[in-house]
């Protein structure tokens, strides 16, 4: 079987959030709060959810789709500023009928500012698809689902102005 070139690709995604810093990193830093925001797709069970934020520390997010096929997610932070940035790069694998893909690779970084009484959110990320996958059909989606974990979390954190 010939290996398939690596595709790449790059997004970036800005959010406003109703919160201070504060608030919005501690939903990326607690795993309690990132398990309200940061799910699989509709159709996905958790199957295991490790944090250890911090720099060096470790992320896991493994889920089951209803299909069968498992989604497994590990990452490394590399950098955290609290309240600042945090940057870390991660690996998602596909396993079906026990058999594991590595699907990419990214670098993904998280900027935190204080507007007002607010915080802009920026993400960015930069894939490395190693499966065969598409290069703008892939980044394509993997922006869509990140679009769709940074909408749910303005639903997870307190208000600026709900002291």
Known sequence: MKTP?????????????????VDVFAAWSQ????????VG???WTLVTRELDFRRGGHELLHGRLASGRDT???ARFHEIVPDVRIVYVYDMH???HGQKTHHS??????????VRRQTRLLFAEQVAFLDGTDGMEGTASREHGTAAHLDRLRNHIRPANQG
Do not use: C, H
Not at 31 to 38: G, N, P, T
Not at 105 to 114: C, D, G, K, Q, R
């Open 5 to 21: 070139l690596i595709e790449r690709g790059s997004f970036s995604i800005e959010r406003i959030y109703d919160a201070s810093p």
């Open 31 to 38: 795993v309690e709060s990132k398990a309200r925001w940061f």
């Open 41 to 43: 797709p509709e159709n």
């Open 72 to 74: 497994i997610y590990t």
């Open 94 to 96: 596909y396993q079906i």
């Open 105 to 114: 690779v990214s670098i993904a970084t998280v900027e935190l500012e204080p």
